[in-house]
C-alpha cells in the first residue's frame, strides 16, 4: 500500500539560466526526498484521527522510499509483503503487513481468508486496548479443551454458529457463549483517507521543499 510522489518543476524553474537549470534533477531529487520524509512523519501523527488506537507495530508501518537521479519519484505508504524494507529496516511479522490491512481501511472493500475464515471476536471476548485480540489466544483456546471447544454445537443448525465456544459455570455445564466467530469474510468501510493525505502534503509542501533545495544546490556551487 504505497503512492508515489513525483515532480512538476516547470512553473518554479522557468527563469533559472542554462547553467542553473543542470542542476535541476539534484535539488528535484532532494525535495522529493524530504517531502517523503515529511509526508511519513504526517501521517504518523494524523493516523490516530482516522484509526481508533492504532497498534505501535501499525504507526511503525508507514515509511517512504527515497528516489534517484533518473527516476525522481519517491515513495510513501504501508509496508506489505510486496512493498518492504524501506527507510527504517524490515518488518517480520509471522502474520499480515501493515499495508496489507490498512489497504482496506483506505480502499474499502471485502476481506478474504487466508485460509478457510476469518477469525472474529463476539461482543464477548475482551479485547486489548488497541481493540485487537491478544495473540496466541487462539491457541491458548483450543489447547484448554475442558473450557473451550471450536465448531458448532450441537443441535445448532446455523453455519454462523461456527468458532470458538467457552464452556460456563461448574465443570462447564451451565452454559455456553461464542467467543470468537468464523467468519468466511469480512467487509470494509472506507475509513482512512490516505491518498487525499498524500496529496495534500505535496501540495502544500513540495514548492517550499524545492526551492530551499534548489537554493542550497546553488550556493553550493556558486551558481545564485
Known sequence: MNLVIDSNIAQLTKNLKRLQRVKIPSASRNALNQLAKETTIELKKKLPLYIKNPTPFTSKGIRYQETDKNKLKAKVGFLSKEWNGFKGGRMN????????????????????????????????????????????????????????????????????????????????????????????????KKIYPFGQQVSKSVRDNFRRIFESQLTKVLAKEGLL
Open 93 to 188: 511479522h509471522g502474520g499480515r503487513l501493515p499495508g496489507d490491512y490498512m489497504n482496506l481501511q483506505w480502499k474499502g472493500g471485502t476481506r478474504l481468508p487466508d485460509r478457510t475464515a476469518i477469525a472474529v471476536p463476539t461482543k464477548n471476548q475482551k479485547l486489548n486496548k488497541f481493540g485487537n485480540m491478544k495473540r496466541g489466544l487462539i491457541n491458548q483456546y483450543l489447547g484448554d479443551t475442558k473450557k473451550y471447544f471450536q465448531g458448532i454445537p450441537k443441535g445448532i443448525r446455523d453455519k454462523e454458529a461456527n468458532g470458538i465456544w467457552k464452556r460456563m459455570g461448574k465443570d462447564g455445564r451451565k452454559n455456553i457463549v461464542m467467543l470468537i466467530a468464523y467468519e468466511p469474510k469480512t467487509e470494509y
